[in-house]
C-alpha cells in the first residue's frame, strides 16, 4: 500500500475540525478523521459534515469501540465513514461485529492496539479475523512521558498481511523514520492542527513521506529529560499551571528581579526564623544551576541579602526561594539574580546553625523535594514534582502551542469568544 497522510481532527469544536480539514485538503492530506474528542463533543454529525464538505477524501471515524460494535459501527457507516476504529482490547465478537458491518455498507475497520499486552500476537489474530488495517497508537499521555512508536512498527512490519496506521509523534522530522520501518498510514494530529499554517505543514509531512527525508518542523518535539530545562525556559508559568491543572502553584511570593525568569532543580533548606546558616551552607553545597528553595517559616528577620546573592552569583546558581525575610534589596536587583521572597524587612538575623539541608520541605501547604523542578516568572512561581518533569515539560508546551493557533484564529478576525465557542459550553442556570 503506497503510504498515506491520515490528519486526526482531534478538536472538541466542530467549526475549528472543519476549517483545520480544509487547510489541511488544501495541502494534500489523503485521510480525514473525526477524532473521539470531535466525536464525543459533536456526535456523529461531525462525520456527516466531513463526509458533505470532502466528498472524495477517506473519512475515518475514531469512535475506539470497545462493545456493541455493530450498532457503533453502522452508526458511523451510515453517517459518511469509510473506515471505522475500534480497539485492540476489545473482545474478539466486539471486534468481528464491526467487521460484518464494515463488509455490509462497503467499509473497512482498523483496529487500535494501543494498551493491548501482546501487540504482535494480537496484531496476527485481527488479521484472522478480517480486519483491514491495525493501528500502532501512542496514546497522547504516554507521548507526553517521552514513548515514541517506532520500535513496536518493527516488531511487526512484515509479520502480518494488513497495513500498519501508526499514531503518536508523527511529523515531518519522524515521519521518514516511521514509514522506514514499515508504516503505510501515518496519523498526523498536533503538527498540522496546531501549526501556523496547516496547509504548509501538511505539505512537508507529505514530502517527508514521499522523499523520505527529514525536514525540520517549527513545531515542538517531545522532549525528554537532558532537554526539560530548554522547555521550561520556553513556556511560561501560566502554561505550566495549565498542563498541571492548577496543581502546581507555590503561594504568593515577592519577585525581586521580575524580568529575570528562574529554572532550574530544587535544593532544599529548612531553617529556623532569622537563622542564616544552613542558608548558606547549601550555596557551597548546590549545584551549577541549582534553585536554592528555603523554608525559614516565612517570618522575619532576613536570612538572605546582597552578600549571599553575590555568593550564589559567583557559584553560577539558577536562583532562590525564601519564604521568609530578605534585605538588600536594591544590591540584589542590580546582581540581575532571581530572588523571590515572602518579605523584605531591613533586619537581620543570626547565624546559629539550626535546619538541615536537602531534606522535604513544605511551603504553603506543598510539599517540596530536593530535585523537584522550580520555574519563576512574573506571574509567580510553580513546583513541578521531579518523577512528572517530563510529562508536565511537554503537556505545558503542548499548552502554549494551543495558544498560538487560538492567537492565529483572533487575528484572522475572530474573538476568544467566538473562537471557543464559550455560549454553547456555558452550563443552562
Excluded at 123 to 150: C, L, N
Excluded at 284 to 302: R, S, W
Excluded at 349 to 373: A, L, Q, R, S
Aim: aromatic share 4%; charged share 25%; glycine share 10%.
Amino acid at each position: 500500500m503506497k503510504p498515506v497522510l491520515q490528519v486526526a481532527l482531534d478538536f472538541i469544536n466542530l467549526k475549528r475540525a472543519l476549517k483545520a480539514a480544509s487547510l489541511a485538503v488544501e495541502g494534500g492530506a489523503d485521510w480525514l478523521e473525526a477524532g473521539t474528542p470531535l466525536i464525543k463533543s459533536e456526535g456523529v454529525e461531525s462525520i456527516r459534515l466531513l463526509r458533505k464538505n470532502f466528498p472524495s477524501v477517506t473519512i475515518v471515524a475514531d469512535l475506539k469501540i470497545m462493545d456493541a460494535g455493530r450498532i457503533e459501527a453502522e452508526i458511523a457507516f451510515k453517517a459518511g465513514a469509510d473506515v471505522v476504529c475500534v480497539m485492540g482490547v476489545a473482545s474478539d465478537p466486539t471486534i468481528q461485529e464491526c467487521v460484518l458491518a464494515a463488509r455490509n455498507y462497503g467499509g473497512k475497520v482498523m483496529v487500535d492496539l494501543m494498551s493491548v499486552s501482546s501487540p504482535l500476537q494480537r496484531a496476527k489474530e485481527i488479521e484472522k479475523m478480517g480486519a483491514d488495517f491495525v493501528g500502532i497508537h501512542i496514546p497522547i499521555d504516554a507521548q507526553m512521558r517521552g514513548e515514541k512508536p517506532t520500535d513496536l512498527v518493527r516488531e511487526i512490519a512484515g509479520k502480518i498481511n494488513l497495513p500498519l496506521a501508526v499514531a503518536g509523534g508523527v511529523n515531518s522530522e519522524t515521519a521518514a523514520a516511521i514509514v522506514d520501518a514499515g508504516a503505510s498510514i501515518l496519523i498526523v494530529g498536533g503538527a498540522i492542527c496546531k501549526a501556523k499554517d496547516p496547509r504548509i505543514a501538511t505539505r512537508k509531512i507529505k514530502e517527508a513521506i514521499k522523499e523520505k527525508k527529514v525536514i525540520k518542523t517549527d513545531l515542538f518535539k517531545r522532549v525528554l529529560e537532558p532537554e526539560i530545562s530548554s522547555i521550561l525556559y520556553k513556556v511560561s508559568t501560566a502554561n505550566i499551571s495549565d498542563a498541571m491543572h492548577r496543581e502546581g502553584e507555590l503561594g504568593r511570593f515577592l519577585i525581586i528581579n521580575p524580568d529575570k525568569k528562574l529554572v532550574g532543580k530544587a535544593l532544599t533548606v529548612r531553617t529556623y526564623p532569622g537563622d542564616w546558616a544552613k542558608p548558606v551552607e547549601a550555596i557551597d553545597k548546590a549545584e551549577k544551576g541549582q534553585v536554592l528553595v528555603i523554608d525559614a517559616g516565612g517570618t522575619p528577620p532576613a536570612i538572605w541579602g546582597e552578600l549571599a546573592t553575590h555568593s550564589a552569583v559567583r557559584k553560577k546558581l539558577a536562583g532562590v526561594v525564601i519564604h521568609g525575610g530578605i534585605r538588600d534589596v536594591e544590591e540584589i536587583h542590580k546582581l540581575g539574580f532571581p530572588v523571590y521572597a515572602k518579605l523584605i524587612t531591613p533586619n537581620a538575623g543570626e547565624p546559629k546553625g539550626f535546619g538541615e539541608i536537602g531534606v522535604p520541605i513544605k511551603i504553603d501547604g506543598k510539599t517540596i523535594f530536593t530535585n523537584d523542578w522550580i520555574v519563576g516568572d512574573k506571574d509567580g512561581l510553580v513546583v513541578i514534582p521531579q518523577a512528572r518533569a517530563v510529562e508536565i515539560a511537554n503537556r505545558a508546551m503542548d499548552v502554549l502551542e494551543r495558544e498560538n493557533r487560538i492567537r492565529e484564529e483572533i487575528e484572522s478576525g475572530g474573538t476568544l469568544s467566538t473562537v471557543m465557542e464559550l455560549l454553547r459550553w456555558e452550563k443552562e442556570q
